[in-house]
């Protein structure tokens, strides 16, 4: 086992130590002025609906009170009819209220329904692209008929903010100013940025200055790295990974881990797949020398079948070959840990045509009915390759 840990180790080392390849960078803009560049593969996840990025640069809006509005380009005409203006629209209108030159105030017509809230009180509104932004109260009408409607209140609403290494953070947006006063900043700092992945899929934009502290976290510069990483040596905290887990003698979770793994990344041409399939096979060849026997044990449990009491075990083929059926020998113990069917006999179930790796669960009806309530002695005595060969367990 240790000279195992020592391999994983070793090609953990050397994938670290790999530099990453970047495309070509495609700047993108949000509607609060950030900008950030992606590789242009990235653009379409980016600019889906919902995640707040756009490939033109927002554009300012104007209402005949004095107001401002700032939206994706191509909304423009529909905000066009229904009463806002472009900039050049407003110079040439004299209509329009604007603001007097030595006065940086605007005044608004006040409502004419007494019920209104007060003017100084404001709301969250989201659009249909996932913008947030805080309104006047007043002005809620107003946007619900552009398509605007009521956020689920402040506690549920979060500002994308940033400390001076470019980290960035999800804050609620009504401890903006808090933050602020702490160093965070709602603009990305400027300077050189990568993409970082995580296993599940995530994939975040960082300052260079702080890939390194990012990877301490579990983050990596190419999807497939984060996912071999993830199922070798988990995240550092609560989710280990195969080799800890080979260490502990969990060998089904071990092998579940890196299934999982290679479930992600399988279909691609990464490097990485083949390092999954090497540690796969470390799993199931340390977990068949710890069972001495070509089936992994998994679980047992009881149950009901047509009104008879069964006992249903689950197995893994650990071997490298088919296996078409296989022996075991158990006994069944009452609740008190006495047993109830002394020398089970040999249970025996075939044409199982079990491959590499694959999960089966199989069952026996038996004598003890409500009275079994655990097993002991289990034993795999013999299994039959699909091949003619077999294996028998040593006295």
């Not at 490939?55 to 423009?76: L, W």
């Not at 002005?139 to 980290?167: C, I, Q, R």
């Not at 699909?386 to 006295?395: C, H, I, L």
Request: with cysteine.
């Amino acid at each position: 086992m240790k000279k195992t840990v020592k391999v994983l180790l070793c090609l953990s080392a050397s994938f670290l130590m790999s530099t990453a390849v970047f495309a070509e960078k495609i700047e993108l803009y949000a509607l609060d002025g950030r900008s950030l560049f992606v590789d242009e593969g990235q653009v379409e996840i980016y600019t889906a609906e919902g995640m707040g990025w756009y490939i033109d640069k927002p554009v300012t809006m104007y209402a005949q009170d004095g107001r401002t509005i700032v939206i994706p380009a191509d909304k423009v005409e529909a905000y066009k009819n229904v009463g806002w203006f472009l900039k050049e629209e407003l110079d040439g209108n004299d209509s329009i209220a604007q603001p007097d030159s030595t006065d940086s105030s605007v005044t608004v017509t006040p409502d004419t329904d007494t019920s209104s809230p007060a003017k100084d009180e404001t709301i969250f509104v989201k659009y249909t692209d996932g913008t947030v932004v805080k309104v006047p109260t007043e002005h809620l009408k107003m946007y619900e008929a552009l398509g605007w409607v009521k956020a689920d209140g402040s506690s549920s609403t979060t500002v994308t903010m940033y400390n001076s290494d470019g980290v960035a953070k999800e804050v609620p947006a009504d401890e903006v100013e808090k933050y602020k006063l702490a160093g965070w900043v709602t603009t990305a700092p400027a300077g050189e940025y990568v993409t970082l992945y995580y296993h599940d899929g995530t994939t975040k934009e960082v300052l260079k200055s702080s890939v390194e502290s990012y990877k301490a976290q579990g983050w990596y510069s190419a999807y497939d790295e984060a996912v071999y990483a993830y199922a070798a040596f988990g995240d550092g905290g609560e989710n280990p990974g195969a080799v800890a887990l080979l260490e502990n003698k969990k060998y089904e979770l071990a092998f579940n881990t890196v299934q999982d793994a290679v479930d992600k990344i399988e279909n691609t041409e990464s490097e990485y797949v083949s390092m999954l399939y090497y540690l796969r096979s470390t799993v199931t060849d340390t977990w068949r020398e710890a069972a001495n026997s070509p089936l992994g044990f998994i679980n047992y449990w009881f149950n009901e079948k047509d009104g008879k009491r069964i006992i249903v075990f689950e197995y893994r083929n650990i071997s490298n070959s088919r296996i078409q059926s296989f022996r075991i020998n158990f006994d069944i113990c009452d609740k008190d840990g006495n047993v109830i069917e002394t020398n089970s006999g040999s249970y025996f179930v075939n044409n199982l045509q079990m491959t590499p790796c694959e999960k089966k669960r199989v069952a026996w009806i038996i004598k003890s009915g409500e009275e079994a309530a655990s097993i002991k002695n289990l034993k795999v005595n013999e299994v039959v390759f699909s091949d003619g060969t077999s294996w028998r367990a040593s006295n």
